[in-house]
């Protein structure tokens, strides 16, 4: 459909923005002067895929989106074993527990939901989107509806523990790494990054 629209629009083709496929921040801990965020492909604008608030309807479709991602889009950083502890460590009920916290977004394409992305106040706690829907603008979108609303509200900083999958990413929306840590899940060892992102101009 890209090209379609390319060839439609006459323009050549360049890559999209380096997105990763989600997950591009883990939960919460224990394991989710800077540049402006950089926009997304323009032609994203034209993709049947929409950014919005979560609502109750999309809950049921959640975990999946959260395991899927995991399993599939952090393979080349994680082994089996650490991948199957973190994809478990949220079951249904408390996902949605944590998600009715702060100011959380969905992505859909075809009705379907192939995305969602959380900040509580200055901590962008999650950002996931499902490995078949990845690499075309969709966590990029969300990453800025997030840091939008936190400039909105006056937020001076953001701050994230994102997974070594997503450290290119979040490098790219202009942030920081303050180090990396090791996070614990059900007694296994994942490595991660934590990063910050000055709001302030100077």
């Not at 249904?92 to 998600?99: A, K, N, R, T």
Request: net charge negative.
């Amino acid at each position: 459909m890209l090209d379609w629209i390319r060839r439609l629009l006459g323009k050549p083709q360049e890559p999209l923005t380096p997105e990763p496929p989600a997950p591009l921040a883990e939960p919460g801990p224990p394991v989710g002067a800077s540049q402006p965020c950089d926009q997304p492909d323009p032609l994203a604008a034209f993709l049947p895929f929409q950014i919005r608030p979560l609502e109750a309807a999309d809950l049921s479709q959640l975990i999946g989106v959260f395991r899927d991602s995991i399993q599939v889009s952090t393979a080349g950083h994680y082994d089996q074993q650490q991948r199957d502890a973190w994809s478990r460590a949220q079951n249904h009920e408390s996902l949605i527990s944590l998600l009715s916290e702060g100011d959380t977004v969905v992505a859909e394409w075809d009705q379907e939901l192939v995305g969602f992305a959380q900040r509580i106040n200055d901590y962008i706690n999650m950002i996931y989107v499902h490995p078949d829907s990845a690499r075309v603008g969709i966590a990029t979108l969300m990453y800025q509806h997030l840091e939008d609303g936190a400039r909105v509200e006056g937020v001076d900083a953001l701050s994230a523990h994102v997974s070594l999958t997503a450290h290119d990413f979040f490098q790219f929306m202009g942030f920081d790494s303050e180090g990396e840590e090791q996070a614990d899940r059900n007694g296994v060892t994942l490595t991660r990054h934590r990063m910050r992102k000055s709001l302030v101009t100077n």
